[in-house]
Structure formats: structure tokens, C-alpha cells
């Protein structure tokens, strides 16, 4: 299995730290507004990353965080005269909503930094006693960027060209830098910001420190794979970079995976253009397979162009898995007997499919690729089984089918809308309840009840696992 990895700008045989595990790191939305379609790229496509490990036998240890302190969701409380936890309840509940429209599972956890704030301190106090950090007067805390000798090793940014564009930030900044590369770990509160007290002033953390703190933690000190946009690269991901190896003194990830950009109409997508759209806004139009589709349909390292005319073409090449997949589900109730011989034949070549599939994600997780295959499959089927078929037959090229298509998180048979966006969401809140519960995190597993029970949702505990209804 070969992965890109942007450290080294090739790829890379995939081979973990742990044989048969993964531990894989994928950072998340800041949660000051609904997510936009750009937010869903990475969380569907390393969805499928995690899904397509679990299908190859891998157990999948995934962390995805919400970053739930930040300027973006201070202002809007202030906007709205409430906490900033308010907002950052709110919208890390509606982004779970979406996901589960999405088909995007639950990570196995999903840290908030404003609940991982003693792990930011030690990691800060660990740098100034390494000399990787310091102190400036005003109580903020920076990190000594040049002291970090592979700083720039995954951007391949080379610091003295980087230094001449900051010079003249430092010269006119107010701030207290011994270097104009250096960033902040920590910063001194300012007024009607949240806050926690820390040994260099009442303040918070600066972004970076999060992911390496909350990966640290739920992973180790060294992790298989690290994702997210490739606007993350720099600075993001190099800071995190030289955070967790100076802190921890072992290489942080082996793998770095970044999507490449949604454009609209071949433009960024940006507010200020005005051409943004939500994933609520897609989905009051689209069918959420339609989009997931969609972003699968480009390979993840390739930029993927939203126009109407793409998302339709979209919509009709789903169709014709869904098509496929209804006339199997009829199929399957009209048809009788056991396989027979010249359908044991045919099989082999149905799971000819399969190879060709996973060849496509073993090269990098070629998901456009991987498609074409289901694609092929499909045409076979259609002209394979009939009325004469055996239900076995019929049944095994049913499973095939789903087996690929569930890889991707798409589904083979229609589904009723609403209440199926409602059961998606209330199975992924079940699976995070468990995971809480495993975790000997009770409080949470309780809140979770307790949010759902708000909802009109009812869960019970049976001995075959947990059931839910309506009231
Ligand atoms: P943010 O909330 O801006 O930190 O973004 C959360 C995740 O979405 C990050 O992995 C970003 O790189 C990714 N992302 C943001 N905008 C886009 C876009 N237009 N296309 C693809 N990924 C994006
Ligand atoms: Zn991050």
C-alpha cells in the first residue's frame, strides 16, 4: 500500500508503527459557523482512508479535533452577546449532524482544545525548560523557531528565504519576538476573551499547540499518519512539527497526507467572494450521497472543481450504482436456489473488480480510480444476472457490491431522507456514547443520553446492544 507523504514528496510504502494498527491524526473545523463544503473534503476523504484500512484488517485509532478557541468564534459570541461556548456547542453539534448526513463516522474520539488546557501548559513548560520557548515581558510565550534545526522540512521552506518576508513584520510589530519566525504558544488575555491561568500570564493557547497536546495524548508521542488541507502544511503542520519533536525527542508522524483544495467554478471558494456555500446549503438540494460521491470522485490530491454541471454529473453517475443496487435488493426477493456451476465461474470474474479496486487504493488511495472499478462491476452485473439468476448468485453480487461501494461510504439501495439523516446521526451519537463508555468517560457518555433525550430520542441498554426511539 503506497501513500503520498509530503515530507518527502513521494510515495511511500505504508508500513506502521505497530503491526496491524493505525494511529492517524486529522485535523478538524474551527466551530464559530456551519461547516462548508470545503471543511467536508478532508473529512470524507480520510473517512474513506480509515474505512478502506479497516477493510484491509487495520484497527484504526483516528483523532480528529474541534478547535473551539479561536478570534473567529470570540468575535461572533461578542456578535451575539453570549460565551463563546455557546457558539462552539452549537456549531461542534451541527458539524456532527452534517458528518452524519455525510456518512463521515464518528472518530474514535474527538478532542476540543479548551478541554485539554493542562496538556498545552506541561507541553509549554517542557519547551522553556528544553529552551525551545520563552517568555517575552507582556507574559506571552513564543517558541525559538531557529533553535528547531528541521524546521521547514516538510513545507521545504528554507528559513533565511522566510526570514527576509517576516523582517519587516518584526520591525513594525508591536510584539516582543527575538525573531520575526518565532510563534506563539501562548498568549495574554485581552478583554471579554475566555480565559485559563497559566505560569506566564490569564490567557490562552495559540492554535498550534492544540493538535500536538491533544495527539500526544490520544495517540502517543508517535503517530502513523497526520492529515488535513493542504493549507495546513505551513504553518500549521510545521509548527506542530517542531512543537512535538523538540517536546517529545522522537520524529512526530511517519506519513503526512493533505487534500488539495475545493475550488467553485475554478475560483477559491472564499466569503469574501462571495461564492461559499455550507453543506446545508448543498444538501437542501442534493442527496448527501451525491456529494460524497462527488468529492470521491477526484483523486484527494487533486484540486476538485464544484459547479452545478459537475455535481449533476455527479448525481447521474450515483444513480447508476443505486439502480444497480435496487435491482439486486428486487432481485434477491424473486429469485430462488443455490449458486450454480456456471455461476461459480462468473464469480471469480466479479471479484476480478475487487483487485482492480483495491489497486487503485493501494496507489495512494486513488478514490476516482477506485470508482471506475465499481463502475465496471456495475456494467458486469447489469448484464450478468436476470429473472434466471439463483438467489445465491444474486446475493454474493449483492455483498460485492456493497462491500466496495460501503469503502467509500456510499450507499446501494435509496434511503428515506429524513429519517434517515436522523438515524445516521443518532447511530454515530450511540457509537461516540460507547467509545466514551470504553473510555471510562461517563459524564460524557451521560451528557450524550442526556442531549438525545432533549431531542425526542430515548436510548436503552439491552443485552443486544443499544436500541433508540422517537417519543
Ligand atoms: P478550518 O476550519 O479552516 O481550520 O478547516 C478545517 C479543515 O478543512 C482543514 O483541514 C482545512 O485544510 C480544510 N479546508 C478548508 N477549506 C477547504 C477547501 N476549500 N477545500 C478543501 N479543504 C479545505
Ligand atoms: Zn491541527
Redesign the pocket.
Known sequence: MKIFNTMSRTKEEFVPLEPGKVKMYV????VYNLI?I??A??MIVFDTVRRYFEYKGYEVNYVSNF?DVDDKIINKANEEGVDSRVISDRYIEECKKDMASLNVRPATTHPQATKEIGGMIDMIDNLIRKDYAYKAQDGTVYYRTRKFRDYGKLSHKDLDNMQSGLRMLAVTGADQKEDALDFVLWKPKKEGEPYWESPWCCGRPGWHIECSVMSKRYLGDQIDIHA?????IFPHHENEIAQSEAANGVPFAKYWMH????NIDNRK?SKSLGNFFTVRDILEQYDPQVLRYFMLSVHYRSPLNFSRENVESAKSAYERILNCGENLKFLASHTEGELKEEEKALLEKADSFRVQFEEAMDDDFNTADAITAIFELVKWINTSVNGESSKAFVEALRKELFTLADICGLFIERKEDVEDDLAAYVEAQIAERKAAKKAKDFAKADAIRDALREKGIILEDTREGVKWKKV
Do not use: K, Q, S, W
Open positions: 485535523c478538524g473545523p474551527t462548508h470545503g471543511n473534503r478532508p478547535t488535513g488541507g493542504e493549507d495546513l487534500n488539495a483544495f475545493l471558494m
